[in-house]
């Protein structure tokens, strides 16, 4: 028996994931832990600016009538969905990473002054030399307590643990209160992390049967590490968590 993927991203990013998790043959389930709500913010002029920065659809989603004074400047952007939503936002996209924000950002040209629209929780970027990047936070992700059904199946001792997949410290730290506030043990369940930030915040507190690292920040990355968690021998199969914490 493979383990439960278990997917904590706010939507439409979890069902996102989930539609690709399923698609790799992986038992995956969405059990959002954040509500995404708009965030009041001033829209600076867009002359003051050259491109814009942003790392997640949410802040196009979000952003509200303030984008629509951006329309036609240029848009530096993280992976496919931030693209196409600049895209349908009237932006035009001038350079598009598959991996974190800062990637983006050093590969920035001709380009010097930056409008980075985010969310609250959001990576501290440093900029390349004579490149300025100014900051509004336009949305926020919302703790939500943890579904009954989520509560549930982590207190199924026949199941060979889970996999639990967190795209943001944020996730991690909530996840990990929510089952410290319920009483939940999270000595069966292997951690894949998005990136070293958010597995150092998992070390820190430990209590997890692993905690793996994406080989890169994007959700493919990690359902791919989930699918090899699943097929390693030393993974979850036969004398990983099956055999030797199913009890616990």
């Known amino acids: ?32 832990l954040f509500i995404t709500a708009a965030r009041e913010w001033d ?22 009538e303030g984008l629509d004074a951006y329309a036609g400047k240029p848009a530096y952007c993280v992976g496919d969905v931030t693209t196409q939503a600049a895209m349908s936002r009237g932006l035009a996209v001038a350079g598009q990473g598959c991996g974190g924000l800062q990637d983006v950002l050093d590969k920035v040209s001709g380009h010097t002054r930056l409008l980075r629209l985010s969310g609250e929780e959001r990576v501290a970027l440093c900029p390349p030399p004579g490149v300025t990047v100014e900051e509004r936070v336009v949305y926020a992700s919302l703790p939500a307590p943890m579904p009954v ?17 967190l795209h943001s410290g944020a996730a991690a730290r909530h996840f990990m209160a929510e ?23 998992c070390d820190e507190t430990g209590g997890w049967r692993d905690v793996l690292t994406a080989s890169e920040p994007s959700d493919a990355a990690m359902l791919a590490l989930a699918r090899q968690t699943c097929q390693t021998e030393t993974g979850l199969h036969g004398t990983g968590l099956d055999g030797g914490l199913a009890g616990q």
């Not at 600076?44 to 659809?57: R, T």
């Open 149 to 165: 059904e989520l509560a549930r199946l982590m207190g199924v001792a026949a199941l060979p643990g889970l996999i639990v997949m």
């Open 1 to 32: 028996m493979n383990p439960p993927i278990v997917i904590l991203r706010p939507e439409p990013g979890a069902s996102a994931s989930l539609q690709a998790a399923v698609a790799l043959g992986l038992d995956a389930y969405a059990f959002p």
């Open 43 to 64: 829209a600076p002029a867009p002359d003051a600016f050259d491109a814009l920065l942003l790392g997640s659809a949410n802040a196009l989603r979000h952003g509200g």
């Open 179 to 201: 089952c410290a506030r319920l009483g939940l043990s999270r000595s069966r369940i292997v951690a894949i992390t998005i990136g070293p930030r958010v597995a150092q915040i």
